[in-house]
């Protein structure tokens, strides 16, 4: 089963844009698509071994990580 699209580590850069276009066209009335995008906070955070949300520092794709959560929270694996 087929739950969502996770493009992890996206750079700010054409190539990222044209992938996240291709994953949209291809997906979007599938499955949701969420983009996390490459910050050197989560890096700094899995070589403290903790995760985002344990890290002192600051991250603004903490809520994108929620949000995945939330999603797949919500998914009926048995259906």
């Known amino acids: 089963k087929k739950l969502a699209v996770v493009a992890n580590r996206v750079n700010p850069n054409n190539q990222a844009k044209e992938m ?26 899995w070589s403290a071994g903790v995760s985002i949300f344990a890290h002192g520092e600051q991250c603004d794709m903490e809520d994108r990580f929620d949000e995945i959560a939330d999603y797949l929270e919500e998914v009926d694996y048995n259906g």
Do not use: G, S
């Open 20 to 45: 996240m276009e291709w994953f949209n066209k291809a997906f979007k009335d599938r499955v949701p698509i969420f983009e996390v995008r490459k910050r050197v906070a989560l890096q700094r955070a």
